[in-house]
């Protein structure tokens, strides 16, 4: 029965399968509300017989334990149903990035080894159905399983909103229907047999490399996680979260869904953001804790709507709405933390409610289960306390490894993840995260890798050479800026090179300013490498000198 009692981690770790973690949800919380959606209630409960349903269709399908079941949806309450019909056979979910263009999902179906997929009809104007189709052609001519190398495990595909099949793409509702039948003893027996160790999930991140890497994680990863996080941001069943975070990344799964079931709270969806429908639904709906990115948070703030809605019921803000709050009125927040897709989120945190002083000067303490060590990023060796260096990580929520990448090219012998991010730790025991060591771009809450930018631009007719940096910017962290260099007495034009990225690559890997240089302007190790540092420093010149204007942001005003 709900309470408002705080939240605890499962006592029994026998419990933390994503399957498990739903039973000792809906055990708690029965038939209270716990995800508002377009004017549904949908109850724990629910979510759990939904949950069984659906994992009994799966099974008679012939998924089975260790396959890899790829969801493509966005933050809709079946995404939430699936996570855990996937968990109960054991299968791995794949969560398929929205944002993704075909390409890119057809490479995370082809590198997951994807058995099947489940996917919703249509999100905003994009007909997922019909580009499907369009992809595997074979699909749309026969009722049976599809056969094409480019996905050569992927044979079944289901839409969420479909009316009539369309040739082997079946509806929502005929393959539940096929799996009533399926006997519960069975789906229990399945049940049982997934162990917390594992695999349980692949989350597509981008890395160093041009394409994006697959997380994989265990089963407790997203448990242990979801439990943690409702206790340390204070949740209660009282609560109402309006939330953007995508459930196909790991803060998505346990600081938004985990986190807010765990606490029997309310979750508000919405599939889109845009930033007045944002503003109306946590009015409308009296939400009391929001989960925004920066740029998400600016542009309700800077909406006209802002100003006339009565919102006095927010308490609670990852990134605030009004960023005047003054110290001693700043008593919640997640500033106090450091983690990763590699750790399932955190790996070190503060309570939310912790001294905002503290919340300000640290990265919190590791959890219990992580051990952080600091270690020289040349040598490896282990730094001394108070010394700056490399994070590397350990614990129960590490991921098991990159999917089909070697573990020797990814852990250290001891079995630590060397972060790429720099830090230290003080005396205290205190975490102090002081940003990237590599040059990933980190903009509006997504990892972006340049090298995956500059390898697609490697077919753009005359283009010399592409350098991506992250510009600095106040509210999105970092921006994409391109650096785009001609052949020998060619042009470029920087409306063509924005379309065709437009069409290569998801909307958060677009570049905010496309810069054009010549061949003079580069200047070049001793090898004939590019010296990028000094290409990007003259680069954030040409944003100053040129007073550009990105987001809201005049570099004129801002570099200084």
Known sequence: MTDNAPVRLQPDAS?????????DVA???GERTVIRFADRNISAAAIHRDARRLAKALAASGVAKGMRVALHMANHPEFAIASFAVAMLGAVLVPVNTFATRDERLYILRHSDSALLLFQHQLLKLDLVGELLETFPALDDSEGPLHDARAPQLRRAIALGLEQPRGG????????????????????????????????????TSGTTSKPKGVLHMQRAPVIQSWLIADEMRFTADDRVWTTYP????AGICMALGATLAAGATLLLQETFEAGAALRCIAEEKANATQAWPHQAKAMAEHPLYATLDLSHIDKEVYRLNPDISP?????????????TETFTFVANLPADAPVALRNSTSGKPRAGMQVRILNPTTGEPLPVGEEGEIAVKGLTLMRGYYKVEPEATFDDEGFFHSQDGGYLDA????????????????????VSPLEIEETLLGFANMRAAVVFGAPHPSLGEVIVLCAVAMQGATLDTDAITTYLREKLARYKQPRAVLLFSESDLEF????????????????ARLRENAVEIDGVNYAEYLV
Not at 15 to 23: L, V
Not at 188 to 195: F, G, L, N, S, T
């Open 428 to 447: 205290d025991g205190y975490v102090h995260w002081n940003g990237r060591l590599s040059n990933i771009i980190k903009t509006g809450g997504a990892n």
């Open 328 to 340: 001693e009125d700043d008593l919640w927040g997640t500033q106090g933390s450091f983690g990763m």
């Open 27 to 29: 055990e708690r919380h």
């Open 15 to 23: 419990r933390y399968t994503w399957a498990h973690f739903i039973e």
């Open 169 to 204: 793409v079946h509806t929502w509702d005929d393959f539940l229907r096929n799996g009533d039948a399926f006997p519960d003893a069975v789906l229990d027996a399945m049940i049982a047999e997934v162990r917390p160790a594992d695999d349980g999930m692949i989350i597509y």
């Open 247 to 250: 459930f196909f990344w790991s």
């Open 525 to 540: 190790t001793g090898n004939q490498k590019i010296q990028t540092d000094k290409l990007v420093t003259k680069a954030l």
